[in-house]
């Protein structure tokens, strides 16, 4: 099978525009906490991460780290599994974390990467996206900050890959299938 570039689902004003939206609300909620820590997990979401905490105040006592996991998801023998290949540098023990993402789909890497971070202490643990495939869903996540939720169409750019592609488009299109 071949993929092709199709039409813009969401264009980069329509992107920076909410991204901006995003940042002020993260900036309003978080003002009075000291220890702010936001962890992008590697690799689609370093592009909307580098974006949203451009926006965030000057004031904000923020920090900003990375992850690469990869879950193992539900066709495994051991359920709840997340891989590390890169784990943050960081202690989060007692720190105000947000997981940032590029997509939420059936759920399950979120899902596992919260417990694991959960047992390391934070002060509180959030999670924002800037894309939720919500119909995918295979287990319950509260996301707390979302861009946008988007049908169950294979999309790109931003981020977003087909097999490594394609992530370096400003604005998000869909893939067609040939
Ligand atoms: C994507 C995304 C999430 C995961 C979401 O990562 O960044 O980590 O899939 O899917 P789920 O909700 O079904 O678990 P991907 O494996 O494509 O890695 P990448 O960011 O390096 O492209």
């Known amino acids: 099978m071949s993929y092709k570039l199709g039409e813009v689902i969401l264009s980069r004003d329509t992107i920076a525009r909410r991204v901006k939206e995003i940042a002020a609300e993260i900036t309003k909620d978080y003002s009075d906490k000291d220890g702010?820590?936001?962890i992008g997990i590697l690799t689609g979401a370093a592009f909307f991460l580098t974006d949203l905490v451009r926006e965030l105040s000057e004031d904000l006592d923020v920090r900003v780290d990375f992850m690469s996991v990869a879950s193992y998801g539900e066709a495994t023998q051991s359920s709840g599994v997340v891989r590390i290949f890169y784990d943050m540098k960081s202690s989060i023990e007692g720190k105000h974390v947000i997981v940032v993402e590029d997509i939420i789909d059936s759920g399950l890497t979120l899902s596992h990467l919260l417990s694991l971070l959960q047992q390391r202490k934070p002060a509180s643990l959030k999670i924002c996206v800037l894309l939720d495939k919500y119909e995918r869903r295979k287990t319950e996540v509260k996301v707390d900050y979302c861009?946008?939720?988007?049908p169950?169409?294979?999309?790109?750019?931003?981020?977003?890959?087909?097999?490594g592609k394609w992530r370096h488009l400003k604005d998000i299109k869909y893939v067609i299938e040939e």
């Not at 169950?152 to 097999?163: E, H, I, M, P, T």
């Open 152 to 163: 169950d169409k294979f999309v790109v750019g931003y981020g977003l890959d087909c097999a």
């Open 36 to 38: 702010v820590v936001i």
């Open 147 to 150: 861009g946008f939720r988007i």
